[in-house]
């Protein structure tokens, strides 16, 4: 049982009673019956990537149901570009059976390898293309799920219209399994992109980003699939953990953004005078442009899809480079484009009076940032004044109109967020629609939601 009670940063540690490990819909459904007629608390757990200790029992009084054996893709649908996945399928098992039907399965992100549709839909996860794509909830047209009484609730229709009463899928979606147990869930596939342009750019300042990224969203017609900022210590960091890592420049940007841009369109993917492609050409276009407004010191443009994909792995190491590096507090926020650059100049210079060093990573585009303190050189984390710096970030953040959690979800670490920064009203109709659906608090207790 060892492996399912704890999570993949180390961070949370639970027991339980046992681990339940149904293979299909029925036996979900039979299993959350008998846990309710004992009263029995039930966990639902998929690849225990998450970051927040949602998928943890708690008290040993709980069983864990394990998704992971109910990982059948029942359907990909290529005229209606769709496809059924059972909540067990691991989400790079996913992207590769769309790839051999020439579509893509858009949600991306470094846990692809091991984290599963079930827990994606449940955390709403975000990702690197959320930018052009959105979110796991975005993606989703149906879902079918097991209820707190074991009742199944089944609207795989794949439907993009259906208004017809509250829409429980968006419920069940990013309630980290407090309402239900996801069991399968239909998403939109995309067209397969023919040509990619990805690249490293060092921008003179961060408040450039947004109109860099609108620009590169006009000029290649919305083709954005990626754009993240990745700071120097971030780079120096994944470095760190990972000596074969190469820098994408020579001098390392203290403001840093990883783009992709791409297109299923054949007019891009032809070749352009220069030898590359019409859309690689119309990306340097913009490139040289912004250079000679002074606004990019330097930038490369990746040349093979080795390097491509060199970049790619660069920014989904960023986690485990931070994880490396030491004791860390890692936050999950957004902002509105506009306040990023802002609220990182003012918290950069207040942390680092109080002896921090930052880690910070995000995926830009979708104002979402991972703004992580660690110790700054010389200085021992445990009498640096954690607490004085989360009161003003989250202080600094709700006054920029942000959120304390973009894309991870609350599971058990950000409960007092919860509490302190949600107003009454908000918390009381999610514990009314809580009560109402789980009266005996049996689904993933102590998760997501303060219920005192
Ligand atoms: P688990 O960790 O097992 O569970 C997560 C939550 O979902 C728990 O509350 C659990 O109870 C619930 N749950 C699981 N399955 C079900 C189900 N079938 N029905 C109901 N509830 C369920 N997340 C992002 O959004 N963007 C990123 O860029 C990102 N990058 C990451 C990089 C790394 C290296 C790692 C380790 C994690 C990253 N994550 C990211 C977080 C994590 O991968 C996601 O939250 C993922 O969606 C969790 O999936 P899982 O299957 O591992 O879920």
Same mark, same amino acid.
């Given at each position: 049982m060892a492996p399912y009670l704890r999570d993949w940063t180390?961070?949370?540690?639970?027991?339980?009673?046992?681990?339940?490990?149904?293979?299909?819909?029925?036996?979900?459904?039979?299993?959350?019956?008998?846990?309710?007629?004992?009263g029995i608390a039930v966990v639902p757990q998929g690849g225990r990537t998450g970051l927040a200790g949602g998928g943890v029992p708690l008290d040993g009084r709980s069983v864990i149901l394990s998704l992971e054996r109910m990982n059948v893709i029942r359907t990909v649908?290529?005229?209606?570009?769709?496809?059924?996945?059972?909540?067990?399928?691991?989400?790079?098992?996913?992207?590769?059976?769309?790839?051999?039907?020439?579509?893509?399965?858009?949600?991306?992100?470094?846990?692809?390898?091991?984290?599963?549709?079930?827990?994606?839909?449940?955390?709403?996860?975000?990702?690197?293309n959320v930018v052009r794509y959105g979110t796991t909830r975005e993606l989703c047209v149906g879902i079918e799920a097991v209820m707190p009484d074991g009742a199944v609730i089944s609207a795989l229709h794949g439907l993009r219209k259906d208004n017809?009463?509250?829409?429980?899928?968006?419920?069940?979606?990013?309630?980290?399994?407090?309402?239900?147990?996801?069991?399968?869930?239909?998403?939109?596939?995309?067209?397969? *992109?023919?040509?990619?342009? @990805?690249? &490293?750019? /060092?921008?003179? =300042?961060? %408040?450039?980003?947004?109109?860099?990224?609108?620009?590169?969203?006009?000029?290649?017609?919305?083709?954005?699939?990626?754009?993240?900022?990745?700071?120097?210590?971030m780079i120096a960091a994944i470095q760190r953990a990972f000596p074969d890592i190469r820098a994408p420049l020579d001098t390392l940007p203290e403001t840093g953004i990883f783009f992709e841009v791409a297109s299923s369109r054949d007019a891009d993917a032809?070749?352009?005078?220069?030898?590359?492609?019409?859309?690689?050409?119309?990306?340097?276009?913009?490139?040289?442009?912004?250079?000679?407004e002074g606004a990019l010191p330097d930038a490369m443009i990746a040349q093979t899809e080795q390097q491509r994909l060199d970049l790619w792995h660069l920014r989904e190491s960023a986690l485990e480079g931070v994880m490396h590096n030491g004791p860390a507090y890692f936050t999950d926020i957004?902002? *509105?484009?506009?306040?990023? @650059?802002? &609220?990182? /100049?003012?918290? =950069?210079? %207040?942390v680092a009076e109080?002896?921090?060093?930052?880690?910070?990573?995000?995926?830009?585009?979708?104002?979402?940032?991972?703004?992580?303190?660690?110790?700054?050189?010389?200085?021992?984390?445990?009498?640096?004044?954690?607490?004085?710096?989360?009161?003003?970030?989250?202080?600094?953040?709700?006054?920029?109109?942000?959120?304390?959690?973009?894309?991870?979800?609350?599971?058990?670490?950000?409960?007092d967020l919860m509490r302190q920064l949600k107003t009454p009203a908000q918390l009381k109709a999610m514990r009314a629609v809580k009560r109402a659906l789980d009266p005996e608090n049996l689904m993933n207790p102590a998760k997501l939601i303060p219920m005192d």
């Open positions: 180390g961070q949370y540690q639970g027991s339980a009673i046992a681990v339940l490990r149904p293979r299909s819909t029925d036996e979900v459904a039979q299993l959350v019956r008998l846990c309710a007629e004992a649908d290529t005229d209606a570009r769709t496809m059924t996945l059972e909540a067990g399928v691991i989400l790079e098992t996913a992207q590769n059976a769309a790839l051999e039907q020439g579509l893509v399965f858009p949600l991306t992100f470094g846990a692809k390898g091991s984290c599963t549709i079930g827990g994606a839909l449940a955390t709403n996860a975000g990702g690197s017809t009463g509250y829409d429980l899928r968006h419920l069940l979606i990013g309630a980290e399994g407090t309402l239900g147990i996801i069991t399968a869930a239909v998403f939109k596939l995309a067209p397969a *992109p023919k040509v990619r342009v @990805a690249g &490293f750019l /060092a921008l003179e =300042d961060l %408040a450039h980003a947004p109109s860099l990224l609108n620009r590169m969203q006009d000029r290649t017609g919305g083709a954005v699939e990626a754009f993240e900022y990745m700071p120097k210590p032809a070749e352009a005078e220069g030898g590359g492609s019409r859309l690689e050409e119309d990306v340097l276009g913009l490139l040289e442009a912004l250079m000679e957004s902002l *509105p484009l506009n306040k990023i @650059a802002p &609220f990182v /100049a003012e918290m =950069d210079q %207040a109080m002896g921090f060093a930052t880690l910070t990573v995000g995926h830009l585009g979708d104002g979402n940032l991972h703004y992580t303190l660690s110790a700054a050189k010389g200085q021992d984390w445990d009498s640096l004044p954690l607490a004085k710096a989360k009161a003003l970030i989250f202080d600094r953040l709700q006054a920029a109109g942000g959120s304390f959690s973009a894309e991870h979800g609350i599971g058990q670490s950000k409960l």
